[in-house]
């Protein structure tokens, strides 16, 4: 069974092609980086429109690497949310009027429900269960997977996701956008220690995360010294270590308290390389192992709503309703069949 998966949730477009035999045949994404870098920030009018111009030449493209015509689509599996409203609508009104054309099944995917499930694209895979680490620009959770939609919320963030406050702390150390990245390039020229951060909520005695202070601590910082070019990579190198410090004792926390010996990270931040080095260094040492997507797969793209819409189809014979639901809770999430 062949399954087009759609992403359309903020500023990617991303398309893929996944056979239930034979795994990923093909995948292509779109990033608006560009679009958006003059005004800092995602404009979702312009996310929108610039999603209806990319959508069908990202699929002639996935078919042509596959070497497939449409009408080998079985089922489509596209992002009903969460996301930017105007957005998943074209990703929605695309799938729904495809499907329509093609007389095959069309299922919506929880967007965090991709990212949970894309280290399972990768090789070696987890089994479940397993406790998973959801840490992006949007959200940051701590989650203990028994199965595809069998999902129990152990903690999250109470105010910025880690990747909002990596975004955040750039622009004030003066980076440009997006600037979690830029941010990580810049620390890796830098000490961390020079500056001292807080690691909030470290001790707390939960599996919540807290990343605003973190935030506000830099700035105070910023405001108090002189930062030259050495000292701006300082503070970044401290930000860094000090949000890692946290995500990385929550984690491991997380994985005492359910007993578990598998552990994934996914999302955005879960590219960052320090995350990756200090998590697995820290998990190796207590018998607990770590998966991770592939890069390529950390960002929003098509393979991971592929993916899970093949882990959903199941029985599904018809289209499921026209829908999209810019605010959609994971725990809400039905099981599959």
């Given at each position: 069974m062949i399954i087009l998966g759609i992403?359309?949730?903020?500023?990617?477009?991303?398309?893929?092609?996944?056979?239930?035999?034979?795994?990923?045949l093909s995948h292509a994404l779109h990033s608006q980086v560009d679009l958006h870098t003059d005004y800092g920030g995602v404009v979702p009018e312009l996310a929108s429109r610039d999603h209806v111009r990319r959508i069908v030449p990202l699929l002639r493209e996935v078919l042509t690497q596959a070497?497939?015509?449409?009408?080998?689509?079985?089922?489509?599996?596209?992002?009903?949310?969460?996301?930017?409203?105007?957005?998943?609508?074209?990703?929605?009104?695309?799938?729904?009027?495809?499907g329509s054309a093609l007389g095959v099944p069309v299922i919506g995917i929880h967007h965090l429900e991709g990212h949970l499930l894309s280290p399972l694209l990768a090789t070696p895979r987890p089994d479940f269960p397993f406790v998973a680490l959801l840490v992006s620009g949007g959200h940051t959770q701590l989650m203990h997977v028994a199965g595809v939609g069998r999902y129990t919320l152990l903690g999250e963030t109470v105010d910025d996701a880690a990747g909002e406050a990596f975004d955040k702390t750039a622009k004030l150390l003066g980076l440009?956008?997006?600037?979690?990245?830029?941010?990580?390039?810049?620390?890796a020229n830098g000490t961390p220690g020079h500056f001292k951060l807080p690691r909030p909520k470290l001790?707390?005695?939960?599996?919540?995360?807290?990343?605003?202070g973190l935030k506000t601590a830099v700035l105070t910082v910023a405001r108090q010294n002189e930062l030259d070019d050495q000292a701006r990579a300082d503070l970044a190198a401290e930000f860094q270590a000090a949000a890692v410090d946290v995500l990385v004792a929550k984690s491991l926390a997380a994985c005492r308290q359910t007993r578990s010996t598998r552990l994934v990270v996914a999302g955005g931040v879960g590219a960052n390389s320090r995350l990756r080095s200090e998590l697995s260094k820290?998990?190796?040492?207590?018998?607990?192992?770590?998966?991770?997507?592939?890069?390529?797969?950390?960002t929003d793209n098509g393979a991971m709503i592929a993916f899970a819409?093949?882990?959903?189809?199941?029985?599904?014979?018809?289209?499921?309703?026209?829908?999209?639901?810019?605010?959609w809770d994971l725990g809400s999430v039905a099981a599959a069949a």
């Open positions: 992403e359309s949730s903020c500023d990617e477009t991303g398309l893929a092609l996944y056979d239930t035999a034979h795994g990923l070497s497939l015509d449409r009408r080998a689509i079985d089922a489509i599996a596209y992002t009903e949310g969460p996301g930017l409203a105007g957005a998943l609508l074209v990703g929605t009104a695309f799938a729904h009027g495809l440009g956008y997006p600037g979690g990245p830029a941010l990580s390039r810049l620390a001790t707390s005695g939960d599996l919540d995360f807290s990343f605003s820290a998990a190796g040492a207590r018998g607990i192992e770590v998966f991770y997507p592939d890069l390529a797969f950390c819409g093949a882990m959903r189809l199941g029985a599904l014979t018809e289209p499921g309703p026209f829908s999209v639901r810019p605010r």
